[in-house]
């Protein structure tokens, strides 16, 4: 999958905003494996991710940052980009081991499909 974004280039105040857009190849984790990364962080051992998230990254340098919230993550499937996930939170940007965070689309799809269908 890939995601996209005009967000910083590194954490912290090293990172600069983009004035071009850039892409980055990013690999999608499952959740219990999401999860458990994240509890090696600072949230802690009893961390739970919410099923309404999809992970992606968790390689040095790979991975949305300050700035790139909001954006997509899309992924081919037969032949056609779909959007698999929007830019949510993450820890720090691109450590290894620590994937960034995204809504989850698929979750949300009814809710989606009952807010367009009332315009």
Known sequence: CWTTGWGKD??????KYQNILKEVDVPVLSNPVC????????????????PGFICAGGED???ACKGDGGGPMVCERRGTWQLAGVVSW???CGQPGVPGVY???SHYLDWIR???GQY
């Open 114 to 116: 009952q807010v367009i």
């Open 35 to 50: 999860e458990n990364q994240l509890k090696r962080t600072r949230l802690g051992p009893t961390f739970n991710l919410h």
């Open 103 to 105: 809504a989850r689309v």
């Open 10 to 15: 590194a954490f912290g105040d090293f990172g």
């Open 90 to 92: 993450g820890i720090g």
């Open 61 to 63: 340098g790979k991975d």
